[in-house]
């Protein structure tokens, strides 16, 4: 069955860094495209990062960009996300997600459960 | 950017039908997909491409799309439906095209 486990949250200063990675199975990872997703506490969603299956194909939000770098290793089954300069706005749930479609427009199947990011001093 | 709006909130009795609706610009040329999230999980994908529904989600669930609004059925709503929904699409001219609707809670009264 198809899984997505997120790694790699914690708590970290303003200003700090943070790598999350996305650990996937169950299906041929190197065939899709892969999101980022946040949820701040008692807040809605709000999509991060796409990278298409190559890695090729990349998108940010207006949020991060130029702070987070999205990135796939398809021999490892893995997707990454590199947070830099973070900001108590970057506190949130991030979770992976799979886009099932290869073309047409993206949406997302599966969900990983999610790992807390909290950015405090 | 592309805005999508929802109501916060929706309420509706066991048995009876709520109607959630996802406001854009021109939603109707665009592909609208929903996700139904608990407290404490990971949303679900329970409408995708307007009007579809993934293996597992009941027939309950139903989706449209025309317009300015696209609109999540939920028929003979049961308790368990209770959960916040959103709304998204990919808007493709954007530099930053992924959206989510604002979310709306739904209440079985």
């Known amino acids: 069955q198809v899984q997505l486990v997120e790694s790699g949250g914690g708590l970290v200063k303003p200003g700090g860094s943070l790598r999350l990675s996305c650990a996937a199975s169950?299906?041929?990872?190197?065939?899709?495209?892969m999101s980022w997703i946040r949820q701040a506490p008692g807040k809605g969603l709000e999509w991060v990062s796409y990278?298409?299956?190559?890695?090729?194909?990349?998108y940010y939000a207006d949020s991060v960009k130029g702070r987070f770098t999205i990135s796939r290793d398809n021999a490892k089954n893995s997707l990454y996300l590199q947070m830099n300069s973070l900001r108590a706005e970057d506190t949130a749930v991030y979770y992976c997600?799979?886009?099932?479609?290869?073309?047409?427009?993206?949406?997302?199947?599966?969900w990983g459960q999610g790992t807390l990011v909290t950015v405090s001093s | 950017s592309y805005v999508l709006t929802q109501p916060p909130s929706v309420s509706v009795a066991p048995g009876q039908t709520a109607r959630i609706t996802c406001g854009g610009n021109n939603i109707g040329s665009k592909s609208v997909h929903w996700y139904q999230q608990k407290p404490g999980q990971a949303p679900v994908l329970v409408v995708y491409d307007d009007s579809d529904r993934p293996s597992g989600i009941p027939e309950r669930f139903s989706g449209s799309n025309s317009g300015n609004t696209a609109t999540l059925t939920i028929s003979r709503v049961e308790a368990g439906d209770e959960a916040d929904y959103y709304c998204?699409?990919?808007?493709?001219?954007?530099?930053?095209?992924?959206?989510f609707g604002t979310g709306t809670k739904v209440t079985v009264l």
């Open positions: 169950g299906f041929t990872f190197s065939d899709y495209y």
């Open positions: 997600a799979r886009d099932p479609e290869a073309m047409g427009e993206p949406f997302f199947d599966y």
């Open positions: 990278i298409s299956s190559s890695g090729s194909t990349i």
């Open positions: 998204q699409v990919w808007d493709s001219s954007s530099d930053h095209p992924g959206v």
